[in-house]
């Protein structure tokens, strides 16, 4: 059963840095391409940054370039979102998923970035 766990988010000032966690289990982690995606209320979700198998590679979305990074740790199923200097813009849902053929989406981790 693929599970995914998001976790790390919260209620955050702007300018102000969250690191957001993603637990997977159920399938093979490490030979697939992940990303961490954004659904703000009353808008699609978004593709906010992606990374290739071994984290050799990364892309982001323009409007967090910069400002948020993306890691794996392969040993341990995980994969991270740091997220600095942020803004009101970035209060979404923050969800992982594999980039290409998703799993059953997990129930994502709020965060709320106040002016």
């Known amino acids: 059963q693929v599970q995914l766990v998001e976790s790390g988010g919260g209620l955050v000032q702007s300018g102000g840095s969250l690191r957001l966690s993603c637990a997977a289990s159920?399938?093979?982690?490490?030979?697939?391409?992940m990303a961490w995606y954004r659904q703000a209320p009353g808008k699609e979700r978004e593709l906010v940054a992606d990374?290739?198998?071994?984290?050799?590679?990364?892309t982001y979305a323009d409007s967090v370039k910069g400002r948020f990074t993306i890691s794996r740790d392969n040993g341990r199923n995980t994969m991270y979102l740091q997220m600095n200097s942020l803004n009101p813009e970035d209060t979404a849902v923050y969800y992982c998923?594999?980039?290409?053929?998703?799993?059953?989406w997990g129930q994502g981790t709020q965060v709320t970035v106040t002016f």
């Open positions: 998923n594999a980039r290409l053929l998703q799993f059953t």
């Open positions: 990374i290739t198998t071994s984290g050799g590679s990364t």
């Open positions: 159920g399938f093979s982690f490490s030979s697939r391409v």
